[in-house]
């Protein structure tokens, strides 16, 4: 059975930092995209960041740009977030997704997903 698992997610003031873990099982993830989707009360889950498989490119959000960090352990089968400079408007739920993602920004190219971390800033 496939699962992703988040981690790491929590209450941290604005400006803090926070470092998210996905760890993947039942199968290995190096050759799919991944990648990092947020969700905050009342609005659509909404593309953070994604990492394409076999080392290929990176891709974020403008919102998280120069802020936030993916990165990805093949040999853990886990996927990171880490999150710096943080601000109130970054509160949400954070789920992890794997899967091919062609278009990897829509949410619907994902075939697997995580039960989500809470992340909360305050101001």
């Known amino acids: 059975q496939v699962q992703l698992v988040e981690s790491g997610g929590g209450l941290v003031q604005a400006g803090g930092s926070l470092r998210l873990s996905c760890a993947a099982s039942g199968r290995t993830f190096s050759s799919d995209t991944m990648g990092w989707f947020r969700q905050a009360p009342g609005k659509e889950r909404e593309f953070v960041t994604a990492?394409?498989?076999?080392?290929?490119?990176?891709f974020y959000a403008d919102s998280v740009k120069g802020r936030f960090t993916i990165a990805r352990s093949n040999a853990k089968n886990t996927l990171y977030l880490q999150m710096n400079s943080l601000k109130p408007e970054d509160t949400a739920v954070y789920y992890c997704?794997?899967?091919?993602?062609?278009?990897?920004?829509?949410?619907?190219?994902?075939?697997?997903w995580g039960q989500g971390t809470q992340v909360t800033v305050s101001s």
């Open positions: 997704a794997a899967g091919k993602a062609d278009r990897l920004r829509f949410w619907e190219q994902y075939e697997y």
């Open positions: 990492s394409r498989g076999n080392g290929g490119s990176t």
